[in-house]
């Protein structure tokens, strides 16, 4: 084995990517299916590495594109949940200032805030006021039914 022309043909083959002898492979283990299922697989040579590198950065990019999508859909849904929350306080203080319960203690037959609400047919306002809300929970129900299903 000390042959110099043993050695030089050895170190020729270790730098022929065709070779079986080619010392500059890398072998990887790919996700075949999110089960967890691993295979190996040798990479020869930096453009094997390079294209590698290249496939995991557009791989990398999708993944961050989706999150930001998602987190921009949670945004819009908690956005939705404050505009409903803030109208269903409004619809409660009206409707208990229209059944003469009143604002922080204080007794009000029709009124709310020193303002006439419903005129002088408290009842009748108060009909309406029971089917805006009944309204407006079956539209939130509604959307969050539709955002679940997103």
Same mark, same amino acid.
């Given at each position: 084995?000390?042959?110099?022309?043993?050695?030089?043909?050895?170190?020729?083959?270790?730098?022929?990517?065709?070779?079986?002898?080619?010392?500059?492979?890398?072998?990887?283990?790919?996700?075949?299916?999110?089960?967890?299922?691993?295979?190996?697989?040798?990479?020869?040579?930096?453009?094997? &590495?390079?294209?590698?590198?290249?496939?995991?950065?557009?791989?990398?990019?999708? &993944?961050?594109?989706?999150?930001?999508?998602?987190?921009?859909?949670?945004?819009?849904?908690?956005?939705?949940?404050?505009?409903?929350?803030?109208?269903?306080?409004?619809?409660?203080?009206?409707?208990?200032?229209?059944? @003469?319960?009143?604002?922080?203690?204080?007794?009000?037959?029709?009124?709310?805030? @020193?303002?006439?609400?419903?005129?002088?047919? @408290?009842?009748?306002?108060?009909?309406?006021?029971?089917?805006?809300?009944?309204?407006?929970?079956?539209?939130?129900?509604?959307?969050?039914?539709?955002?679940?299903?997103?």
């Amino acid at each position: 084995m000390n042959d110099p022309l043993d050695l030089l043909t050895n170190l020729e083959k270790a730098y022929e990517p065709s070779s079986p002898l080619y010392k500059f492979t890398h072998t990887f283990h790919n996700l075949a299916d999110p089960s967890g299922t691993t295979y190996p697989i040798d990479l020869k040579g930096y453009d094997d &590495l390079i294209m590698r590198n290249k496939h995991q950065k557009a791989v990398i990019d999708k &993944l961050n594109s989706a999150l930001l999508a998602m987190s921009q859909r949670i945004d819009g849904v908690i956005a939705k949940s404050m505009i409903i929350n803030q109208k269903m306080g409004v619809l409660v203080k009206m409707i208990r200032s229209m059944r @003469g319960y009143g604002i922080d203690g204080k007794l009000v037959f029709g009124r709310m805030e @020193g303002e006439l609400v419903c005129g002088d047919d @408290g009842i009748r306002c108060l009909r309406m006021m029971r089917r805006v809300l009944v309204n407006l929970s079956e539209s939130v129900k509604k959307e969050i039914g539709e955002s679940r299903s997103l």
